[in-house]
């Protein structure tokens, strides 16, 4: 039994908080509505404590525990309930720090004004919170020096109940949780934190009833009627630390930011560099909370977290699109031409999230998706899926090139019932042979025999069968065996290259005059022609 908290205590109690919050880190996140259902709180406050058992780790002898404890928190802190934590542990050291070991009054007397200092560095302080829960473990150690019962163990048993029974009254505080049925997450994390420094110094754990009692389960993540949610659409949490700022700086930071946003927790930490502060809020402009910390002072480890998925806009009944992916300008302008949607491909290629993000902006109830290249199947696959849980119908079309996609298009019937109309898009994709010349760019060994740099190569379905040293010949070999086994039209996707696009013309013309011939233009620079047989 401990009858003041030493320097060792300090740091025990530390390392028990962490082991603690690291047992129930899972469980706050679960339990974690408000001020928005993003289910970190646990991790933050987790995140937080071991910053601060971090600090205390490599602290130098001559520093006080309470003072590395707080800085180590506070610079460290992440999330709303991290940083309020971190601001309480401020207010500990504050009164603590310098002092002789705190007996029960002492740590009575400071847990009361440290949770004072929380209400403050919250700009809009919501009953029913980690503040509320950190108020009455305050007045619950100062009643019980009150009462006589002075005894360090005494004191800190009382925060601890007084803590957990007002704990159990936020869900009559907040609609939020009492629509969730669940208890505040952050108030739940300090609970546990008082529990255990009782552990700390009396080697007894309190029993408590379990933080996920039967109406847990009733949880709801997202309630509409959550106050201070931010609005639906692009809402995200920002946090830095600012340092080179002067108090009046800070103030005048405090003021803009609540004016931006809401959730806003300031808090200022001596360092031996110079005083930082841990700001943290909830806004949906980012830009200008970053440039108001610019303008207080000098942020760093910025960090912005989106609060919630933007839900997609609900689609147009009755409205049929069709996605394609290409890979030029060109081919985007194309099939732009025949009222398809397109993601042109970029540094990073086409993603799922591409994909996704097009066929939800499409509108559409029902979208057929052309990926266009065989290596974005998968990708479109997923991306259907996705799109299908969003309330779409989604179909992919399996086409390997534009040609094929451009087979397709030519045969969609909004008319026809969605499915028939994959399927009829489907069989004329495969309908349609796909060739490519292109000009390789290193040595390998292809189906066709050996190629090296600078070699023109002609693929047909995606094996070489034609190395050549001019693309003219290639091509017009190419297209003889692709011609051989029939064919009644041909597409010709051209780069840039039009005296290609001209010479296969000509040959198509001269020695398979009864075939019907469709050029377009716009292929991308890395393909000088792509080839469709019907």
């Given at each position: 039994m401990l009858p003041a908290l030493d320097d060792a205590a300090v740091g025990q109690w530390c390392r028990a908080a962490v082991e603690t919050l690291s047992d129930f880190r899972g469980r706050l996140d679960d339990l974690n509505v408000f001020p928005v259902p993003d289910g970190d709180t646990g991790t933050n406050l987790l995140h937080t404590a071991e910053g601060a058992l971090?600090?205390?780790?490599?602290?130098?002898?001559?520093?006080?525990?309470?003072?590395?404890?707080?800085?180590?928190?506070?610079?460290?802190?992440?999330?709303?309930?991290?940083?309020?934590?971190?601001?309480l542990l401020r207010g500990l050291a504050d009164q603590l720090a310098h002092q002789p070991p705190a007996d029960g009054p002492a740590f009575a007397a400071a847990l009361r004004k440290a949770a004072e200092s929380a209400y403050t560095a919250v700009a809009d302080p919501e009953e029913g919170t980690f503040l509320t829960v950190a108020r009455a473990s305050g007045e619950a150690a100062v009643a019980a020096v009150d009462e006589g019962?002075?005894?360090?163990?005494?004191?800190?048993?009382?925060?601890a109940d007084g803590a957990r029974a007002a704990l159990e009254r936020t869900p009559g505080q907040l609609?939020?949780?009492?629509?969730?049925?669940?208890?505040?997450?952050?108030?739940?994390?300090?609970?546990?934190?008082?529990?255990?420094?009782?552990?700390?110094?009396?080697?007894?754990?309190?029993?408590?009833?379990?933080?996920?009692?039967?109406?847990?389960?009733?949880?709801?993540?997202?309630?509409?009627?959550?106050?201070?949610?931010?609005?639906?659409?692009?809402?995200?949490?920002?946090?830095?630390?600012?340092?080179?700022?002067?108090?009046?700086?800070?103030?005048?930071l405090h003021e803009r930011l609540a004016a931006l946003g809401d959730s806003l927790v300031v808090v200022g930490v001596d360092t031996p560099t110079g005083r930082e502060w841990n700001v943290h809020v909830h806004?949906?402009?980012?830009?200008?909370?970053?440039?108001?910390?610019?303008?207080?002072?000098?942020?760093?480890?910025?960090?912005?977290?989106?609060?919630?998925?933007?839900?997609?806009?609900?689609?147009?009944?009755?409205?049929?699109?069709?996605?394609?992916?290409?890979?030029?300008?060109?081919?985007?302008?194309?099939?732009?031409?025949?009222?398809?949607?397109v993601v042109v491909c970029g540094a990073d290629g086409v993603t799922e999230d591409d994909l996704f993000g097009e066929i939800v902006a499409s509108g559409g109830q029902e979208v057929a998706?052309?990926?266009?290249?065989?290596?974005?199947?998968?990708?479109?696959?997923?991306?259907?899926?996705?799109?299908?849980?969003?309330?779409r119908e989604v179909g992919v079309v399996p086409t390997r090139s534009?040609?094929?996609?451009?087979?397709?298009?030519?045969?969609?019937?909004?008319?026809?019932?969605?499915?028939?109309?994959?399927?009829?898009?489907?069989?004329?994709?495969?309908?349609?042979?796909?060739?490519?010349v292109t000009v390789a760019d290193q040595e390998a060994l292809t189906s066709a025999g050996r190629c090296h740099p600078g070699d023109v190569l002609g693929s047909a379905e995606g094996d070489v069968v034609v190395i050549g040293a001019e693309l003219a010949a290639v091509a017009c070999d190419l297209l003889d065996r692709l011609l051989s086994a029939g064919g009644e039209m041909a597409t010709l996707v051209v780069g840039s290259d039009e005296a290609l696009g001209d010479a296969v013309c000509g040959?198509?013309?001269?020695?398979?005059?009864?075939?019907?011939?469709?050029?377009?233009?716009g292929g991308p620079s890395s393909l000088p022609l792509q080839i469709g047989v019907e």
């Open positions: 971090a600090a205390l780790d490599s602290a130098g002898s001559g520093e006080p525990p309470w003072a590395v404890l707080a800085r180590g928190a506070v610079l460290a802190a992440r999330g709303n309930s991290g940083t309020i934590l971190a601001q019962r002075t005894g360090l163990a005494d004191v800190v048993l009382a925060a609609a939020a949780l009492r629509e969730a049925g669940v208890v505040d997450a952050g108030g739940a994390g300090l609970s546990l934190v008082l529990d255990a420094l009782v552990r700390t110094v009396t080697g007894v754990h309190p029993a408590r009833p379990a933080l996920d009692g039967p109406d847990r389960h009733r949880r709801r993540h997202g309630s509409e009627h959550a106050p201070h949610q931010p609005p639906p659409g692009p809402g995200s949490e920002v946090q830095y630390l600012l340092a080179d700022a002067d108090e009046s700086s800070v103030a005048r806004v949906s402009d980012v830009g200008a909370a970053i440039e108001a910390g610019i303008e207080a002072g000098r942020p760093h480890r910025i960090s912005v977290t989106p609060l919630a998925p933007v839900r997609p806009a609900a689609p147009v009944p009755g409205r049929r699109s069709v996605v394609a992916a290409v890979h030029s300008d060109g081919l985007a302008e194309l099939f732009h031409t025949e009222g398809v949607r998706v052309l990926p266009n290249d065989a290596g974005l199947l998968p990708a479109a696959s997923r991306a259907a899926t996705r799109a299908r849980q969003a309330g534009p040609v094929q996609g451009l087979a397709a298009v030519a045969v969609a019937d909004p008319e026809r019932r969605f499915g028939d109309d994959v399927i009829a898009m489907a069989e004329a994709a495969a309908a349609t042979r796909w060739a490519e040959h198509l013309s001269s020695a398979h005059p009864t075939i019907e011939v469709v050029r377009y233009g």
